[in-house]
């Protein structure tokens, strides 16, 4: 059981390239979700979703895209990156029946010159 | 929205000392309110939450109380160790059977001296 996992760990992008995210939860969560956090502002919501086929914004999501075709994986896309994407991302799971808990996955630090 | 404001935002203290973080939010109907403990380069992991139909919940050196009248809550470390050092952050959210939000507080660092 690997639980929350992302890739990559560590990722440099130059201003206007795309890329996408990875996170995949292991553990049958129907909820999931991606945060953002920057020095002094704590983890911010981007995007979540409560099913497959189901997703829905949170507080930051301009410049961000995500689907879920599948329970278990949960991809965040950047469309064209900016420097103010500099941040490290979480992605988080949690059950419906486990209350409220949310696990997150170990980050991924991105950086936009 | 909800907001949740946390101070203080860098907290230091002796070993042994007790160490006290607070928050307050805005949204009377938030009613699910974990903290979170992140050391550097880690993710957050859970360290203690509390639901609105209780007012203080303890977990060994840990605790927490909720007053939602005033709509604050507060994690209480005894004993604090060297270990205990790292990012605590606190956060709230509407629980319940529909999906939870989680709004976070901005972090407080919280350094234990040996």
């Not at chain 1, 995949?24 to 979540?48: C, F, K, T, V």
Request: net charge neutral.
């Amino acid at each position: 059981n690997a639980g929350v996992t992302q890739t990559p760990k560590f990722q440099v992008l130059k201003t206007g390239q795309s890329m996408t995210l990875q996170c995949a939860q292991d553990m049958n969560h129907e909820y999931m979700s991606w945060y953002r956090q920057d020095p002094g502002m704590g983890l911010r919501l981007i995007h979540y979703s409560v099913g497959a086929g189901i997703t829905d914004q949170g507080e930051v999501p301009n410049g961000y895209n995500v689907s879920r075709s599948t329970t278990e994986d949960f991809p965040l896309r950047l469309l064209s990156a900016a420097p103010s994407q500099t941040s490290v991302y979480f992605c988080a799971s949690r059950s419906p029946t486990r209350a409220d808990t949310q696990y997150f996955g170990p980050g991924t630090r991105l950086t936009v010159l | 929205g909800e907001n949740v404001e946390q101070h203080p935002s860098t907290l230091s203290v002796q070993e042994g000392d007790s160490a006290v973080i607070k928050c307050t939010y805005s949204d009377s109907a938030s009613n699910y309110f974990p903290w979170y403990k992140q050391e550097l380069g880690k993710r957050p992991q859970l360290i203690i939450d509390i639901r609105s139909n209780v007012g203080e919940k303890k977990d060994q050196r840990i605790a927490v109380t909720l007053n939602k009248t005033a709509k604050h809550f507060s994690l209480h470390i005894t004993e604090t160790q060297p270990e205990d050092s790292a990012v605590y952050f606190c956060a709230a959210s509407v629980g319940g059977t529909s999906y939870g939000k989680l709004t976070f507080g901005q972090g407080t660092i919280l350094t234990v001296h040996p």
